[in-house]
Every structure is written in C-alpha cells, then in structure tokens.
C-alpha cells in the first residue's frame, strides 16, 4: 500500500523560514494536501493540490510537489504556526486518501 | 456558512457499537462527497471512510473493514457511521470532513468539530 513519510520534528526560529518534506514514490504525480493541527481543535486546510491556498491562509505558507518529495514552507514564522502539520495524498481516481505521520512544528 | 456538527461519541465497551452522526448546513448536502478520519491519542490523522453523494458507492479503510458503516441521509443532510465490534484500538477523535468544492473531495477544507470515542471496559 502506498505510503507518505514525514520527519517527526522541525525547530525554527520566529521569524525564520520552516520546511515540512513529505516523501512518497513519485509523489509528485499525486495531489498533495497539508493541513495544521493544533490540540483540541480540528484540522486545518492550508494547502491544496500542491500550492494553493485556501481563502483565508495566510501568504505565508507555501507548497510545492516534485518528483518524490512534496515541501510545505512556512515563511516568517510565528508563534502561533506551532502546530503538527499532516501532508496528504490522492491519485487522482480513488476513494480514500493517504495522511503522513504528521510533523510537529515547533518556534523556538 | 458551512457547518457540519457531530454528536454520538462516547465511552463504549469492547465489542459494543456507537453512531456517529454529522449534520451539514450552509451548503448543498446532497452535491457533496463525505468523508470520515480519526486521530487517534498521541497518533496522527487516519481516512477511514469515504460515500459518494447519493450513497451508492463506499469505501474503508482496512483497519475498520468490516464493522463500520458509512451511511447518508440526504432530506436530513446528515451523515453517519456506524460502528460495530469496537476494539481498545478505535479510541480516538472522529472527525467528518468535507472538501472545499463539488468536485474536489479530497481537499477537506471543511470539518465537524469532532467526537471522542473511547472503547474501554
């Protein structure tokens, strides 16, 4: 079954620029989602099929997807970015999508 | 404003069955495809089901094949799963999602507030 990896952890300094790698083969033949989790609330939606933002995130946060490895990038980040960032994957035809193992996120 | 409330969680014993429910405002329920995920304590984000917009087709995920079911009612714009046989391991966060337009499913970019589902003895 397919599979996406994501490192546990990634520290960045405010202000600094964060980079979550998601992997998977030919991942970038897939549409990559990301989505910021924060405890006791529900998923958030900040990329979609690949780069864009949804209404309402900020410019900040970027995507991109190429070859095996899908990047979100938080840019200038702050405090409030802390969070689990989740990548997830879909072919294209099925009817279920695959999450990473998640990525905390932490401003130091 | 698209809203989607969830009730039906709650402590269960192993092997006892929960419904989960869903109901959606704000939008046409019955153009949407519907999904369900799960976190898991101290785990990540699971897809466990998936149901086409009027129903016909479903799919799981391998881990609750078997014992859950995904059902939809569209006059009362709500969703559902059914849970059987439940095991120590379904304990989580039940999240119903909902993708940002018609015809992109798999970008969830609404979600209930979600339900907590503990199986214990």
């Known amino acids: 079954s397919y599979e996406v990896t994501q490192p546990p952890s990634v520290s960045v300094s405010p202000g600094q620029t964060a980079s979550i790698p998601c992997s998977g083969d030919k991942l970038g033949e897939k549409y990559v989602c990301w989505y910021q989790k924060k405890p006791g609330q529900s998923p958030v939606l900040v990329i979609y099929q690949d780069t864009k933002r949804p209404s309402g995130i900020p410019e900040r946060f970027s995507g991109s997807n190429s070859g095996n490895v899908a990047t979100l990038t938080v840019s200038g980040t702050q405090a409030m970015d802390e969070a689990d960032y989740y990548c997830?994957?879909?072919?294209?035809?099925?009817?279920?999508?695959?999450f990473g193992g998640g990525t905390k996120l932490t401003v130091l | 404003d698209v809203q989607l409330v969830q009730s039906g969680g709650g402590l269960v014993q192993p092997g006892g069955s929960l419904r989960l429910s869903c109901v959606a405002s704000?939008?046409?329920?019955?153009?949407?495809?519907m999904i369900w995920v799960r976190q898991a304590p101290g785990k990540g984000l699971e897809w466990i089901s998936y149901?086409?917009?009027?129903?016909?087709?479903?799919h799981y995920a391998d881990s609750v094949k078997g014992r859950f079911t995904i059902s939809r009612d569209n006059a009362k714009n709500s969703l559902y799963l059914q849970m059987n046989s439940l095991r120590a391991e379904d304990t989580a966060v039940y999240y119903c999602?909902?993708?940002?337009?018609?015809?992109?499913?798999?970008?969830?970019?609404?979600w209930g507030q979600g339900t907590p589902v503990t199986v214990s003895s």
């Open positions: 999602a909902r993708g940002l337009s018609a015809t992109t499913w798999y970008t969830l970019g609404f």
């Open positions: 149901i086409f917009t009027s129903g016909s087709t479903t």
């Open positions: 704000g939008f046409t329920f019955r153009s949407y495809e």
């Open positions: 997830q994957a879909w072919d294209g035809s099925s009817t279920y999508v695959i």
